[in-house]
């Protein structure tokens, strides 16, 4: 995979999520949540919008979820469900695909901490801001804090190309 494209972020996420966590996920029909994802033990309904983003060795390592998709979120998961925002980020870099779930109270409780979490995830202007590098350099020190807090899988891509 060397882009991620929407189709095949919410595919990934998918399958992280049924695959991987035993979590049971069906396509949501409102257009701003992508699943309704029920946990293992069947207690928790999540609402889970994918976001995606292709990152270029020339861009900076970081995404802003802005309030306004946030508010988007949470008023289509009403109190069923727990707004959540699962990102899958494709680092040309590194040539790794980083997936990162967690629920929208936990990431505000994050950017609200901001002695504890400052260093990668905070509140901007327009939004809450997840970092995973210096300027243009990924960190895996950044990248072991994320995992700290959210849920999170990295995936390497293979330089072999076996089709040809």
């Known amino acids: ?3 991620l494209e929407e189709v095949s972020s919410k595919a990934l996420i998918q399958y992280i ?43 900076t390592r970081s995404r802003v979820f802005e309030d306004k998709d946030v508010r988007e979120i949470k008023d289509a998961c009403g109190t069923d469900l727990i707004p959540t925002i699962a990102f899958a980020v494709f680092d040309e870099e590194t040539e790794k695909t980083y997936a990162i779930i967690g629920t929208i109270e936990q990431m505000e409780k ?49 330089k072999i190309d076996f089709l040809n």
């Open 17 to 59: 999520l049924t695959s991987k966590k035993g979590y049971k996920t069906i396509s949501s029909e409102n257009k701003k949540i992508d699943f309704v994802t029920t946990s293992d033990d069947g207690t928790k309904q999540y609402g889970i919008a994918v976001r995606y983003r292709n990152i270029p060795r020339s861009e």
């Open 110 to 158: 994050l950017a609200d901490e901001e002695e504890n979490t400052r260093e990668f995830f905070y509140n901007v202007i327009h939004g809450m801001q997840i970092k995973f590098g210096v300027g243009r350099e990924t960190q895996k020190d950044l990248l072991k804090k994320l995992e700290n807090h959210f849920d999170y899988t990295e995936i390497r891509t293979n």
């Open 1 to 3: 995979m060397k882009i």
